[in-house]
């Protein structure tokens, strides 16, 4: 073992276990070292659990070792979990004053699994307030930085989670996807990022933003882990009515195939006038990489994606406009302190306690709701959603995967792109429209430019995790990307 702990991928972090080769704890005790010597430069992180807490769910994984147990799929991975998931214990604070001082009393229940699964949490991290925004600047406590570049976002709005597994500060997180808030930030910070089939993973304990879109998923080093995460935390829930009884399978025997005869489409709709030249270039290069390795590969048409942005900015927030109606000041989080009545109360607390791109969306999706204008907005963006689903019905009848850019450039640096919030809203372009359809899709590396890493979207059909795992590990196993390791840590290779 010529790297330490914090650096392995969890599949490492098992066999390492199960040969006797390490302790949960010392695993766990690199990864805590590790957020010691690099969270003040990072931020990946809102809130740490005790050290304490942390070190004996490693020594339970470790005595569970010695009584001869069977050892759980995650055993002894620390794990990072995003702050708009309920931790018990833990506060759940979406990034938001709105929600200072709520600790939830139960797990969510992909959290839940994780612990099942035996992974050792650390923590919750930083996010865009309540899962709004594409870089992490729109937390209310502080900025998270990118591992690749400290002077550029890692994206959103899952950053902290990205930038943690990026930095070596977990191994594995877990993130939520409602606009390509895994797959953004994972193409950014260089990790893999996986966002579900709508409905694969139980959403209960996640805090709403957008209800038909919201998706839990993981953010790992390689694709092999994301399987065993995906895994882990998939199945039906009786506590989710969204959640589908669809059975799980083995997402690890899937990587176990190569992608020989598979047909790989090209949307030229994702590589239009708005990708950057060395994304571009990148996707063309994995393309042919793909058909090296015995894909059929050719070009294809999503005539409808060019609206998804449009349609989803208006579903988005109207639906966060309903959800975030809850938050009023009476039952949990913020209250606005010397208001005369409850009215006054209500209005206060809600204007203290949401930051601007959350008022912002709340007002973009109440106007859209509104008497007048909801068959104008609302009902014309259902529409467009349909059509959306259409035409990724009609390209996936005809391949088995698609392939495109995650982002259409590399991570930006801090205030590009703040000032103008359609700008921001354009990093989303290549991910909206695999959320209105509540398809599965996966990020991973694909190419670096100036040394920032360019990422690969690879978008299957509802309920085929295992052929997009199955693309996806091929072509990581081939272009031998994910082992590459940021500059905050140092030179050399990940293990594994």
Known sequence: MDVAPYEWPA?????????????????????????????????????LRAREDVLADADAVDAAIARGATLPPLAGVPAAIKANMCMRGVPASCASRVLEGFVPPYDATA??????????????????????????EHSADHVTRNPWDLGRVPGGSSG????????????????????????????????????PTYGRVSRYGLVAFASSLDQIGPLTRDVRDGALVLAAIAGADPADATCAAEPSPDYEAAL???????????????????????????????ADL????????????????????????????????????RYDGVRYGRRAAGAADYVEMFGRTRGEGFGPEVRRRIMLGT???????????????????????????????????????????????????????????????????????????????????????????????????????????????????????????????MGG
């Open 11 to 47: 599949h490492q972090v098992r066999r390492a276990l199960a040969a006797g080769q390490v302790s949960a704890r010392k695993v766990a005790e690199s990864a805590l070292r590790r957020i010691d010597e690099v969270e003040p430069a990072v931020g990946a992180f809102l809130h």
């Open 111 to 136: 959290v839940g699994r994780l612990r099942a699964a035996g992974a050792v949490i650390l923590g919750a991290t930083n996010m865009d307030e309540f899962a709004m925004g594409s870089s992490t």
């Open 160 to 195: 902290g989670a990205a930038a943690a597994v990026a930095a070596g500060e977990a191994t594995i997180a877990l993130g939520s996807d409602t606009g390509g808030s895994i797959r953004q930030p994972a193409a950014f910070c260089g990790t893999v990022g996986l966002k």
């Open 256 to 286: 176990r195939r190569d992608c020989r005869g598979l047909r790989a489409g090209l949307p030229v709709e994702l590589l239009g006038g708005g990708t950057a030249p060395e994304v571009r270039s990148s996707v063309m290069a994995a």
């Open 290 to 325: 793909l058909a090296e390795l015995g894909a059929e590969v050719d070009e294809c048409s999503l005539p409808t994606v060019p609206y998804a942005l449009d349609a989803y900015y208006v579903i988005a927030p109207a639906e966060a406009s309903s959800n975030l109606a």
């Open 367 to 493: 106007y859209a709701l509104s008497a007048g204008y909801y068959d104008q907005y609302y009902g014309r963006a259902l529409q467009v959603r349909t059509r959306i689903c259409q035409d990724f019905e009609a390209a996936l009848a005809r391949f088995d995967v698609l392939v495109g850019p995650t982002t259409p450039s590399p991570a930006f640096a801090f205030g590009e792109k703040t000032a103008d919030p359609l700008q921001m809203y354009a990093s989303d372009v290549c991910t909206v429209a695999v959320n209105l359809a509540g398809l599965p899709a996966l990020s991973l590396p694909c190419g670096f430019h100036n040394g920032l890493p360019l990422g690969l979207q690879v978008i299957g059909r509802a309920w085929d995790e295992e052929t997009v795992l199955r693309v996806a590990f091929a072509f990581e196993q081939a272009a031998d990307l994910t082992r590459r390791r940021p500059p905050l840590l140092g030179a050399g290779r």
